[in-house]
């Protein structure tokens, strides 16, 4: 079956580049969420998006941004890098569930490890 | 949106049952409890979601009490392979919590 694609897959920045991440979330999933984990830490949720439009925000960073185009993929866009913003980046999908709002079921990607140095 | 506690770590033996439980005392009405388990430098997988009494599929069984206010993940005959991190969410709240860090020892 087909997963959550991103890529790339590892990245490594210098302080104050730039860096964008991609996400393909699966097949007719409609939202897409990103999260930030550093090691040892809980996944942080840092936005959403359902049907290209923004669903909700978390703790993002002004640096970074984030869209949703109209094949549905998504990309976060990181701006000004720092050290501390090495982690692993999520992104999910997802598809209205079955028994309706707040039973959605979360796709996780294999993630992007950026390491800024 | 409903905040969640579960306890930050348990240990447990090959073969035991292990119950892990989440509190989320302001639950709304429609809300659903979901659990997803990661693995290290793994995204989080999905395990089970229900909204009251008894859910069981092939991996896990979700109880939850009649008031909703907690509901228990139990893992049953735990294997060394179960060791990982295990959160609870509720409705559409998608902001993981602390997670509980299970680690199952030979």
């Known amino acids: 079956a087909a997963g959550v694609i991103q890529s790339p897959r590892h990245l490594i920045k210098e302080k104050r580049e730039t860096a964008t991440l991609k996400c393909y979330p699966i097949p007719r999933h409609d939202t897409v969420y990103w999260y930030q984990q550093g090691p040892g830490q809980d996944p942080q949720f840092l936005i959403s998006f359902y049907e290209k439009m923004q669903s909700d925000k978390g703790s993002i960073p002004d640096r970074f941004s984030a869209q949703q185009f109209s094949d549905y993929h998504s990309e976060l866009n990181m701006s000004s890098l720092e050290l501390g913003d090495s982690a692993l980046y999520f992104c999910?999908?997802?598809?209205?569930?079955?028994?309706?709002?707040?039973?959605?079921?979360?796709?996780f990607g294999p993630g992007t490890r950026l390491t800024v140095l | 949106l409903a905040k969640t506690t579960q306890p930050i770590s348990m240990d447990s033996y090959e073969g035991q049952e292990v119950n892990i439980t989440c509190s989320h005392n302001n639950i709304a009405t429609n809300d659903y409890i979901t659990w997803y388990q990661q693995f290290p430098s793994q995204g989080p997988r999905f395990i089970i979601q229900?909204?009251?009494t008894k859910v069981t599929n092939e991996v896990a069984s979700l109880f939850i009490p009649a008031d909703r206010k907690s509901s228990t993940l139990s893992l049953p005959r735990v294997s060394l392979s179960d060791t990982a991190v295990y959160y609870c969410?509720?409705?559409?709240?998608?902001?993981f919590g602390a997670g509980t860090r299970l680690t199952v020892k030979p």
């Open positions: 969410l509720v409705g559409g709240d998608m902001r």
């Open positions: 229900g909204y009251k």
């Open positions: 999910a999908s997802s598809f209205p569930g079955l028994a309706g709002p707040g039973t959605d079921t979360q796709y």
